[in-house]
């Protein structure tokens, strides 16, 4: 299964100088790896990006102090663009031996939408996990965001549909904001594990009416 919902984050708790050493070499390893990959495939990579999405708001951990997006792809798919990338995320706590820091690092998978659009975001619920197709939306689904008229749009019959379906909606919670559409997992960045999540992300856009994005648009 693609990752599971963000209610539990990979964890790398970093308390000594030895620590930030290997995991300073394991990040240049991946970075290399990543370069690579870009490179035979016609991406562009970049080592640390301060907003890769622009505006785009990110899913935050409670408590996060610093965040840092990291490993930063940056490619096409057909006519889609789209951006992979580590998001960081430092939150201090107490142990035993003073303070500590622990990073909850999640994978980022984004797909630029045909329209700016608003804020909504589409997470299957927990207990919906054995929820079959023909249940009722609302029951497998919730679903936040600020304008309503944005949402009906985007979730017609056809979409909500596709959804209730489609099994990798189980685990890839959805958040379109700033002109994209995300997907994020609590796992670091393998750039063809990140194109599975693209391409479902892509899916979900051509279920999605076009007249959504005219209107959005203001055309």
């Known amino acids: 299964m693609e990752g599971v919902l963000p209610t539990i984050a990979l964890v790398v708790v970093v308390v000594t100088v030895g620590a930030i050493t290997v995991a300073a070499h394991f990040r240049e390893d991946r970075g290399g790896e990543s370069r690579a990959w870009a490179r035979e495939n016609g991406w562009t990579y970049t080592d640390q990006h301060p907003a890769p999405l622009g505006e785009a708001v990110l899913p935050t951990e409670p408590g996060t102090r610093k965040s840092r997006c990291r490993h930063v792809l940056d490619g096409r798919r057909g006519v889609y ?17 003073g303070v500590a820091r622990i990073e909850y690092i999640h994978r980022v998978v984004a797909v630029r ?14 207990h919906a996990g054995t929820i079959d197709g023909a249940a009722p939306f609302g029951a497998a689904f919730q679903t936040t965001g600020g304008d309503s008229e944005f949402a009906r749009s985007v979730l017609d019959g056809t979409l909500t549909s596709w959804l209730l379906s489609d099994t990798r909606s189980r685990s890839l919670p959805v958040r379109f904001t700033g002109g994209y559409v995300l997907t994020w997992a609590p796992m670091r960045l393998a750039p063809d594990r990140a194109l599975i999540a693209a391409d479902y992300l892509i899916d979900l856009l051509e279920h999605i009416p076009r007249q959504t994005w005219e209107r959005c648009s203001g055309h």
């Open 81 to 97: 663009r789209v951006t992979a990338f580590e998001h960081v995320q430092s939150v201090p706590v107490t142990t035993e031996q």
């Open 113 to 126: 939408t045909p329209g700016v659009g608003t804020d909504l975001e589409i997470r299957r619920r927990t």
